[in-house]
């Protein structure tokens, strides 16, 4: 845009009400206040998704643990742990004994991180998007008013 077209829109803005004027002062501060907001919430982000790649690397497992009560032939009663998780929509159950490994215990915790961690994503997701329609909407207001003027 040439510096004649700038200086025309400067009159034109100059001429207009000063509630429009006002507006879209609002608007820009808005936008500027949206854009920190969202550059935060952008290094949250990448926070969380390297922190979600370094447990990833790491072994995991997603289910839970199940103590049974199972009764011999003759009477006596034992307590066993069992590993379920589900399988492509079907529950798998795993005998794992009378002690629970510390190992899968450790595997069990980081697929509860690691879960927390991908909803903890989608929230910063959403939050995100909320964002940038805001910013749509601000646009929106600016060019109803840059219409107003009759630009």
Known sequence: M???????????????????????????????????????????????LKELEELRKLPHAFGWLERRKVRNKVGQVYEYWYYCYYDNGSRVVQYIGSKVPEKLIKMLERGKEIRRKERELKRIEKEINEMVKSIQTCINYIYRGLNYLKF
């Open 2 to 48: 040439t510096m004649v077209g700038i200086n025309i829109i400067k009159e034109k803005i100059s001429d207009a009400s000063g509630s429009i004027w006002e507006c879209l002062d609002e608007v820009e501060e808005k936008l500027h206040i949206i854009r920190e907001k969202l550059l935060e919430k952008y290094e949250e982000y990448v926070k969380v």
